[in-house]
């Protein structure tokens, strides 16, 4: 059983900042990968950031030196600060995560309730 919840999304202007959190609770062995996706209205999910256990961060092209993926492994926590924000940002934003439930289980990814995000012109 895992469970992720998403928090930090809401309404902003364009050029403001917005910062969301997922937790994991549950019971499993490891998280591997985390990361966040979004998906606007009549389009398809789209890889925003990831980052492994071990620290390293990808970005879209479209958010890079806008939007910072970081996690505090202890909490089971991944963050995306994003700033700058855009009208073009505004998506549902999902968190993801890649889990291993035992020693001796297989990877297992889940994802969040997905959290809003609209920016203004």
């Known amino acids: 059983q895992v469970q992720l919840v998403e928090s930090g999304g809401g309404l902003v202007q364009a050029g403001g900042s917005l910062r969301l959190s997922c937790v994991a609770s549950?019971?499993?062995?490891?998280?591997?990968?985390m990361g966040w996706y979004r998906q606007a209205p009549g389009k398809e999910r789209e890889l925003v950031a990831s980052?492994?256990?071990?620290?390293?961060?990808k970005y879209k092209d479209a958010v890079k030196d806008r939007f910072t993926i970081s996690r505090h492994n202890g909490k089971n926590t991944v963050y995306l600060q994003m700033d700058g924000l855009r009208p073009e940002d505004t998506a549902v934003y999902y968190c993801n995560v890649e889990i291993v439930p035992s020693f001796w289980g297989a990877y297992e990814t889940h994802w969040g309730q997905g959290t809003q995000v609209t920016v203004s012109s």
């Open positions: 980052i492994t256990r071990g620290g390293r961060e």
């Open positions: 549950g019971n499993f062995f490891n998280i591997n990968d």
